[in-house]
């Protein structure tokens, strides 16, 4: 079993940057980030691999960096030139041992 902590969300103008953090109760192997808006399917915007390789969302190019600390435990998603598009319930993921684990959620809202 997995428990994740996430943190960092919250109300931000256009523009503006956010940093999310996630820690895991123990080491994991891929690490990631989904998020979901209203009315709309959970979707993925960054992802570590457990060898260190990271994907985007088309979204989240230029704009967003993930990066995790040396023992797995940790992971952020450092959010740069926020849109109100960006606006969604952002959920940690982690993978470790056959299958995958889901944080509590933490909100981010991008408005004027």
């Known amino acids: 079993q997995v428990q994740l902590v996430e943190s960092g969300g919250g109300l931000v103008q256009p523009g503006e940057s956010l940093r999310l953090s996630c820690v895991a109760s123990r080491s994991t192997q891929d690490m990631g980030w989904y998020r979901q808006a209203p009315g709309k399917q959970r979707e993925l915007v960054a992802l570590?691999?457990?060898?260190?390789?990271?994907k985007y969302a088309d979204s989240a190019l230029g704009r967003f960096t993930i990066s995790r600390d040396n023992a797995k435990t940790t992971v952020w998603l450092q959010m740069n030139s926020l849109k109100p598009e960006d606006t969604a319930i952002y959920y940690c993921y982690v993978y470790l041992a056959i299958r995958g684990y889901w944080g509590q959620g933490t909100q981010v809202t991008v408005s004027s």
């Open positions: 570590i691999n457990n060898d260190g390789s990271t």
